[in-house]
């Protein structure tokens, strides 16, 4: 059998390790647009036990990944200076270059070499293979060579990824106000040293600030007067930062005759709830699964790789759709007090009722800040 992946993300690396290490009669080829170690963005972010869903079926993985990964048990959220502890809620996060690195050693030890530097062409021969895998991200290639019934939506709040030196203890959402508007910031550590910092403001705010005619120096500069207190001294530092708006991807059809989505080609989650890389990597899991269930009946595996994730990812997306939705507006809770927009904030996914908030952050909900 002969399966072709485009895109050498987590989720492309992943699923050729896995489809190695359990059909090993397979030939595999991934092949990557960019050059290696071009990633953007600064750290990759987990909520609750990270790396966990790894242990019992991959523990060298999870041996390998988990040491490398910055945790931490609380988050905070902070509203023009007042800070707010959310016991309880822990998330952990890694450099994305670094993260990538660990997953691609841990494929060429099971002695595949992803293809760097590899446009897919319009009129690619795709039928050689018996299966290809979109594994190429919200903008894919492979989704244009079929009808997957794409929509893309976007959100209209701008956001650009930005690091910073200053290492921040937890998790931390800094909502903040000026002249020209609102403003947050999603900052966290992700190595013993960087921090990844993201800038987000709605549309209005962006065209009051002058971002459209700014550089990506001059958007750097104003981010760091907006948070100075935040950064403490600490500076931005840019990576193809740019502003952006997050695209809401959805395909009514995972699979299109031998062609299969997965990861962020196939449905993206908003970043403010921690949750896309280890989806992209359950797909991969869920995906060789299925193949190895199925045998050559590749047909028959992808349908029923489809049936038992939709309403997988279908649930969590309903909670990425409603925190993202709650960012949208983030200027008018803004109008709460500090605590007050705490309790919404940790609330805005419907993930967390105020029965389970009681039990994980009970210093939260009794008031006492420590």
Request: proline residues 5%.
């Amino acid at each position: 059998m002969r399966l072709l992946i485009v895109g050498a993300g987590p989720a492309g690396l992943y699923l050729a390790y896995l489809v190695r290490r359990q059909l090993p009669a397979w030939e595999v080829r991934i092949v990557e647009q960019n050059p290696p170690d071009s990633t953007f963005g600064f750290g990759v972010v987990f909520s609750e036990r990270a790396l966990e869903f790894l242990r019992a079926d991959d523990a060298e993985t999870y041996e390998r990944i988990t040491p490398q990964m910055e945790a931490w048990t609380d988050i905070s959220v902070v509203l023009r200076g007042a800070p707010v502890v959310i016991d309880g809620i822990g998330f952990s996060a890694i450099g994305r270059l670094k993260f990538l690195q660990l997953l691609r050693g841990r494929l060429e030890v099971a002695g595949v070499f992803p293809e760097y530097g590899f446009a897919l062409r319009e009129r690619e021969n795709l039928g050689e293979f018996d299966l290809v895998v979109g594994a190429d991200g919200a903008n894919s290639a492979i989704r244009k060579t079929a009808d997957f019934g794409t929509t893309v939506t976007p959100l209209s709040n701008r956001f650009a990824w930005f690091g910073t030196t200053k290492v921040f203890d937890t998790l931390t959402q800094t909502f903040v106000q000026n002249e020209a508007g609102f403003f947050n910031a999603h900052h966290y550590r992700h190595a013993p040293s960087m921090s990844t910092f993201v800038l987000e403001c709605d549309a209005p705010t962006w065209m009051r600030a002058g971002f459209e005619h700014m550089d990506e120096a001059a958007t750097l500069a104003y981010g760091e007067k907006v948070f100075v207190d935040a950064l403490q001294g600490h500076k931005l530092v840019s990576n193809n930062s740019v502003w952006r708006n997050f695209p809401k991807v959805r395909n009514r059809r995972w699979v299109a005759g031998n062609k299969v989505l997965i990861g962020d080609a196939q449905r993206t989650a908003h970043f403010s709830i921690g949750s896309g890389t280890r989806l992209a990597m359950e797909d991969a899991i869920a995906l060789v699964n299925a193949l190895s269930r199925h045998g050559k009946d590749i047909p028959e595996a992808l349908a029923a790789f489809e049936a038992a994730r939709r309403p997988i990812v279908d649930k969590l997306l309903a909670a990425a759709d409603a925190s993202g939705e709650w960012y949208e507006r983030f200027p008018a809770h803004m109008r709460l007090a500090p605590r007050d927009f705490a309790w919404s904030y940790i609330q805005r996914s419907g993930r967390i009722d105020p029965k389970k908030l009681r039990r994980i952050a009970p210093r939260f909900v009794s008031g006492k800040q420590s």
